[in-house]
């Protein structure tokens, strides 16, 4: 069964650093999103994505923050200057038509130290 | 705004038992979508339902069922049996169309419930 992927599992990285995350939607989904969960907390929206573009951003989706679909299969989500409380589990989500379930990847773990 | 309220925090459980977690959403949409999401310890989000504003058919699947009310605008999850496979936290989750042409469908999740299921 055809599943999200994402890459790294765990990113450990300094502050002020950049990082790339990247995910691989399931093939001919149409909508792509970001999630975070901080440890122990709730998931919270950050970005979505649609026809090439940003459909809509949470107030945490600041400058610092940039989504890509470079290439028709890869979704990346770039933090330019990463902070100490950007540490969190990101998850990448897409979803194959309007309205649908959301599929969810593994996530990826990123640490700031 | 869209607001998703999951009151218990923590249920534990001895197997066998059923439990039922709790949602209470709120809307100004007339049109919405409501989910539960499992996640396990090992952290990924595995998708469990989705219900329609439109459609308040209770669903049933295996040990698992769930009751919609658009009344108390409360969508509730029932693990009949419960087994220790179910240790996980569930989270609700409510979606509406927004956007350009309903072009979002973002999710906004409950802060979740950590169920625990003890042999």
């Known amino acids: 069964e055809p599943e999200v992927t994402q890459t790294p599992s765990h990113q450990v990285t300094q502050m002020g650093q950049e990082v790339i995350l990247r995910c691989v939607p399931i093939?001919?989904?149409?909508?792509f999103y970001w999630y975070r969960q901080i440890l122990g907390q709730k998931v919270e929206f950050l970005v979505s994505f649609y026809n090439n573009e940003i459909s809509e951003k949470s107030e945490i989706f600041d400058d610092q923050f940039s989504v890509e679909r470079p290439d028709g299969s890869n979704f990346t989500l770039k933090i330019r200057s990463t902070k100490l409380e950007d540490s969190a589990m990101y998850f990448c989500?897409?979803?194959?038509?309007?309205?649908?379930?959301?599929?969810f990847g593994p996530g990826t773990r990123l640490t700031v130290t | 705004a869209q607001k998703v309220t999951q009151a218990q925090t923590e249920i534990s459980v001895v197997e066998k038992e059923d439990v039922t977690l709790d949602c209470v959403y709120e809307t100004r949409d007339t049109t919405y979508y409501l989910f539960w999401y499992k996640q396990p310890p090992s952290g990924e989000l595995v998708f469990l339902i989705r219900r329609n504003s439109f459609d308040e058919q209770n669903e049933i699947s295996g040990r698992y069922s769930w009751n919609f009310q658009k009344s108390t605008s409360s969508f509730n999850f029932t693990i009949t049996a419960s087994q220790v496979v179910d240790s996980a936290v569930y989270f609700c989750?409510?979606?509406?169309?927004?956007?350009?042409?309903?072009?979002?469908?973002?999710?906004?999740f409950g802060k979740g419930t950590l169920l625990t299921v003890n042999p």
């Open positions: 989500a897409s979803m194959p038509r309007a309205p649908y379930e959301q599929y």
């Open positions: 093939s001919n989904h149409l909508y």
């Open positions: 989750a409510l979606s509406e169309a927004r956007g350009s042409g309903g072009s979002n469908y973002k999710l906004t």
